[in-house]
């Protein structure tokens, strides 16, 4: 059964305090690793995308890398706006119908002056 | 261009109710995902279709739960004899096509619907 584990699960950074987020994973063969953004009342909006070890994507402030066990999420130098809850969930290979994400309970992020 | 829409956004239900929750996907996306949201939890897969057919119900947690998409795009989830148990964000997200292409697998998700069973 593939499952995802992520730490802390909150984080209390100030401005400009940058750190990472963990996300640890056991699957059967690994199709994809998704990073989302989820805001209070609102569905999670997509980050980004790993596919294999060593892989790194960054945007605006943050930074994904991908191992064979475990991804990180880095923020540098926070902004309150990036307070938030992170999604880390992963993809099976494609074998059947195993094209469903699964999640971990997230890490919750929030950043203040 | 459009996203996911979802509607009611929210629902209050007695117990023992039955309510329907609509998803309207991003147009032209092949494959639909319904999952439930617990609070302070990452959301859990209930199903899953390619076009109009479904082609993963594992998720559904009873018969009580049904899901549709009958003409391959606008999708219904629908819970009978509503149990408090039941209360949660149900989450719609749709992607273009899971056929291999890893570019377009991207899940996109909708705001949710917030299910209240009293």
């Known amino acids: 059964e593939d499952q995802v584990t992520q730490s802390p699960e909150a984080l209390r950074l100030q401005e400009g305090e940058s750190s990472s987020l963990n996300c640890s994973y056991t699957v059967s063969g690994l199709r994809g690793l998704f990073w989302y953004r989820q805001d209070p009342g609102k569905g999670p909006e997509f980050l980004f995308t790993l596919y294999s070890a060593g892989e790194e994507k960054e945007k605006e402030r943050l930074k994904a890398t991908l191992t064979k066990k475990e991804s990180f999420l880095h923020i540098t130098a926070p902004k309150p706006e990036d307070s938030a809850t992170y999604l880390c969930a992963v993809q099976a290979s494609l074998t059947g119908t195993a094209s469903k994400l699964t999640f971990g309970t997230g890490t919750r992020l929030q950043v203040t002056l | 261009g459009a996203g996911v829409s979802q509607s009611p956004r929210y629902k209050v239900a007695k117990r023992g109710q039955d309510v329907a929750l609509r998803c309207d996907p991003i147009?032209?996306?092949?494959?639909l995902f319904w999952y439930q949201q617990a609070l302070g939890q990452g959301p859990e897969f209930l199903t899953y279709f390619q076009n109009e057919a479904q082609l993963d119900k594992s998720g559904l947690p009873s018969d009580r739960f049904f899901a549709e998409r009958p003409e391959g795009s606008v999708s219904t989830l629908k819970i009978q004899r509503t149990q408090q148990e039941d209360s949660a964000v149900y989450l719609c997200?749709?992607?273009?096509?899971?056929?291999?292409?890893?570019?377009?697998?991207?899940?996109?998700f909708g705001p949710g619907t917030r299910l209240t069973v009293l």
């Open positions: 997200a749709s992607s273009f096509d899971t056929s291999g292409d890893t570019v377009t697998d991207t899940q996109y």
């Open positions: 147009s032209g996306h092949v494959s």
